[in-house]
């Protein structure tokens, strides 16, 4: 959370930080600042809430100098406002911060102590006051040095002296941070995604680094302060198009992109003359792996959940199954034939990254499916399935959430296969149906207009339940998630068969409800906790799949038929309508559908 942007060039820096800043509001929009050094005087804008607000401040275009340093916001210490905006400067230096220190509060302290005067409620601001402290007896790579060792927490940082006219310096601990190489310019970024548009030349900054920028110049340091050489990489050159077209919003954009994205992740992985599924150069014989862990967060989360459900039906394996910030504090029994799988969108989660360190320090066996091949948790894991669906620009998730089941499933069956748990036969349908997939997806995005009727019901209600058993749990927890996420409309997942044990107390009268009841194995149990919920005065919006049979069930309030596939494939289907639901019930109630309030697209804090 939080996005960093800094530039050393040989021509005046401000418009192209704005440009980057716009780029990274996804990671973070409560406020949003920057600094440049001109003259040996460093200027400073900042303005609560977004990019636009800051651009809107007249002195901006005025704002002189080659070297500077930008920040878009996610609040941690200190509410959103003006003064807690970054950057942060002394009169010696200015700072930008992405990260938590942890012992700020002793080391203000100190600086208090030594005369120092803090301005801002932010933890950044002592990283500002021990640099300018240090400074004042040594020289420049000693400060540096000094100031991270003192630092408990994560960061990434961007700093510019005012006495240094074109250095810029960027630091991580934790939080990631990407140096990129332009013609006499350099750059800094959170994520290369900020960097893209002006370099495909990143070197990522490992955990204890600092790096020294000029605009013709970058050099390496480890925290010791000790010179050091890092590989530049080239980035893909397949820049897809971070641009909405025709659509209202990102979200809406992204939903309809499914069909395509899953079109793209089934190339990537089927061998259509063989009807195989490659998952290329899986480094492990399938009898060294005999359980397998998914860990994500989120809606990454509800991937790992769905996946347990598909794997335990294709494999023999032990599966299970974690939210990241809860393994990673676990007292986990690591074992060598345990395959570990992070799932995340961003690639850049901090507690699934802190996840993956600890499966590694452990050496055990990783895999990462993720959409951002040059991610920390793509980088650091023993092996990588990509999901190919292109960026995902709405802090809501959505074609990635069906590409990451889109991998997870196709892993299933193929270790499934490998393990000769499925037979050729059934794995070869299976293949075929998932071709059909796409397909089916955009039939069922053309479901439209009952979804706009029901959004008014729902965004009058005091609160929502979505129930599902089985393969449709996890979409259950989903949908919930979709709708408290962009309409603030309290909603919560349940598996149907447990709302005798504590929910029912819930229902009453007009509370809308949606049933996840497909035509699978669980259909008959979850119509009768439907019927439960109806008796008690629920609205049920059913979610089904077409059939020539009809829903044995009065009074249901509303029903939405999804097209039919295999069993395997029907949560994929299910999916769309709650994405639609959460989306225009945000937008009949005219709130920010991809910056919800809270909230931010990649979530680099714990
Ligand atoms: O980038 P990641 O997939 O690791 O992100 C995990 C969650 O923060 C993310 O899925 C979040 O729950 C979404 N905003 C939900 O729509």
Request: proline share 3%; glycine share 6%; aromatic share 8%.
């Amino acid at each position: 959370m939080c996005g960093i942007i800094g530039i050393t060039s040989n021509k005046s820096v401000s418009a192209a930080i704005i440009n980057s800043l716009r780029k990274l509001e996804y990671r973070g929009y409560d406020s949003a600042g920057i600094a440049t050094l001109s003259n040996n005087e460093i200027f400073e804008l900042k303005a609560e809430g977004r990019v636009d607000n800051l651009e809107k401040n007249l002195s901006i275009s005025n704002m002189k100098g080659n070297v500077g340093i930008g920040h878009v916001r996610w609040a941690t210490h200190g509410i959103p406002n003006n003064i807690n905006a970054h950057p942060h400067s002394s009169d010696t230096v200015s700072v930008v911060h992405n990260g938590i220190i942890e012992n700020s509060t002793i080391l203000k302290k100190f600086l208090v102590s030594k005369g120092h005067n803090f301005k801002s409620q932010t933890d950044t601001e002592v990283i500002v006051h021990l640099l300018t402290e240090y400074l004042k007896t040594d020289e420049l790579i000693v400060a540096i040095t000094k100031t991270l060792k003192q630092l408990h927490g994560s960061f990434a940082l961007g700093i510019i002296f005012k006495k240094q006219p074109d250095l810029l310096v960027g630091a991580r601990r934790g939080s990631p941070l990407a140096v990129g190489y332009g013609p006499n310019e350099n750059y800094l970024g959170s994520d290369s995604y900020a960097l893209k548009s002006m370099t495909n030349k990143i070197t990522y900054l490992d955990d204890g680094e600092f790096c020294l920028l000029k605009k013709d110049q970058v050099e390496f340091f480890n925290a010791y302060g000790k010179k050091i050489n890092k590989k530049v990489l080239e980035l893909s050159s397949n820049e897809a198009i971070y641009d909405k077209g025709d659509f209202k919003h990102f979200m809406a954009k992204e939903i309809e992109e499914q069909p395509i994205t899953l079109k793209n992740g089934i190339r990537e992985y089927v061998d259509n003359i063989n009807n195989d599924i490659n998952i290329y150069n899986f480094p492990w014989q399938i009898s060294e792996i005999s359980s397998i862990m998914l860990i994500g967060c989120g809606t990454a989360y509800h991937a790992c959940l769905m996946a347990k459900y598909w794997f335990e039906n294709l494999t023999s394996l032990d599966i299970t199954v974690d939210i990241a910030s809860e393994f990673r504090y676990r007292k986990n029994k690591f074992k060598p034939s345990t395959l570990y799988v992070f799932v995340s969108q961003s690639g850049e989660t901090a507690d699934t990254y802190a996840a993956l360190d600890l499966c590694n320090k452990n050496n055990a066996k990783t895999c990462a499916i993720v959409n951002v091949i040059e991610s920390s948790i793509a980088r650091d894991s023993n092996f990588v399935l990509p999901i190919h669906c292109g960026p995902e620009i709405g802090v809501a998730s959505t074609k990635a959430f069906l590409g990451q089941m889109l991998i997870l499933y196709m892993m299933g069956l193929k270790l499934g296969f490998m393990n000769k748990d499925i037979n050729k036969i059934d794995y070869v349908n299976k293949i075929k149906d998932l071709k059909k997939l796409p397909e089916l997806i955009s039939q069922t995005l053309l479901t439209d207009d009952k979804i706009q009727t029901v959004t008014a019901t729902f965004n009058k209600a005091k609160g929502s339940m979505f129930l599902g058993r089985g393969f449709s749990y996890p979409i259950a927890l989903e949908g919930a998630l979709k709708l408290k996420e962009l309409s603030y409309i309290h909603a919560e997942g349940y598996p149907a068969g447990e709302m005798k044990h504590g929910p029912l107390a819930l229902i009453e009268n007009g509370m809308p409800v949606v049933v996840l009841a497909p035509r699978d194995d669980y259909y008959k149990k979850t119509i009768s906790n439907m019927q439960e919920v109806i008796a008690r005065g629920a609205k049920v919006l059913l979610i089904t799949n077409k059939s020539k049979d009809e829903v044995f069930s009065e009074n249901i309030w509303e029903t939405i038929e999804v097209e039919t596939s295999n069993n395997d494939l029907l949560p994929f289907l299910l999916t769309i309508p709650l994405q639609k639901l959460a989306y225009y019930s945000a937008l009949k109630k005219g709130y920010d559908i991809d910056k919800p309030r809270n909230l931010a697209k990649s979530v680099t804090v714990e």
